[in-house]
T-cell receptor
Framework: GAVVSQHPSRVICKSGTSVKIECRSL??????MFWYRQFPKQSLMLMAT?????????EQGVEKDKFLINHASLTLSTLTVTSAHPEDSSFYIC????????????FGPGTRLTVL | AQSVTQPDIHITVSEGASLELRCNYS??????LFWYVQSPGQGLQLLLK??????LVQGIKGFEAEFKRSQSSFNLRKPSVHWSDAAEYFC????????????FGDGTTLTVKP
């Protein structure tokens, strides 16, 4: 139980294009999902908290117009990197908390984004 | 403010040897503590968590961790390491009801020698 998937697992795009990453909770409903960014050999940095049916809450320093988050259902949240640039290249990981408990988050496998 | 320190950036152990990964935290209230494992190019898998109760917590894959409030520590242990345990390990501290606001340590890379 508590499986979270991400799609795509890796994506390569040209500078200036937009990329959408999906995060799905497969066997549970998630009212809250989180988006992280991880640089090589570093820890996770929380980018934003995504709540179903409401606007995402962004951490300080994260551009909300750059990283668009939509949480349209209890099982799906999307992160769109708009007008991507090489410095946006990173490993993006989502996590989800179930409706019964927000004490534990379950992580997706991550998406490797490379912007050329 | 909450913080997590994992003093060891890289640890190498022989297969079959015991393992202890250190984690020290700073948190103003009762902490929720987690250990995660990350294989290369993968997301994080929860190994175990401590919320309250017995300070010795058992997790998956034969791991355990002990919460020591007096030392602000939550060290991860395994009596006999397997080659498949080679990975990155993260300790995290969070708040009740707000797992996403967890603070992660910088991680410890475990290498297992044959």
């Amino acid at each position: 139980g508590a499986v979270v998937s991400q799609h795509p697992s890796r994506v390569i795009c040209k500078s200036g294009t937009s990329v959408k990453i999906e995060c799905r909770s497969l066997d549970f409903q998630a009212t809250t999902m989180f988006w992280y960014r991880q640089f090589p050999k570093q820890s996770l940095m929380l980018m934003a908290t995504s709540n179903e049916g409401s606007k995402a809450t962004y951490e300080q320093g994260v551009e909300k117009d750059k990283f668009l988050i939509n949480h349209a259902s209890l099982t799906l949240s999307t992160l769109t990197v708009t007008s991507a640039h090489p410095e946006d290249s990173s490993f993006y990981i989502c996590s989800a908390c179930g409706t019964r408990s927000t004490d534990t988050q379950y992580f997706g496998p991550g998406t490797r984004l490379t912007v050329l | 403010a909450q913080s997590v320190t994992q003093p060891d950036i890289h640890i190498t152990v022989s297969e079959g040897a015991s393992l202890e990964l250190r984690c020290n935290y700073s948190y103003g209230a009762t902490p929720y503590l987690f250990w995660y494992v990350q294989s290369p190019g993968q997301g994080l898998q929860l190994l175990l968590k401590y919320f309250s109760g017995d300070t010795l917590v058992q997790g998956i894959k034969g791991f355990e961790a002990e919460f020591k409030r007096s030392q602000s520590s939550f060290n991860l242990r395994k009596p006999s390491v397997h080659w498949s345990d080679a990975a990155e390990y993260f300790c995290a501290v969070g708040a009740k009801g707000n797992a996403g606001k967890s603070t992660f340590g910088d991680g410890t890379t475990l290498t297992v020698k044959p």
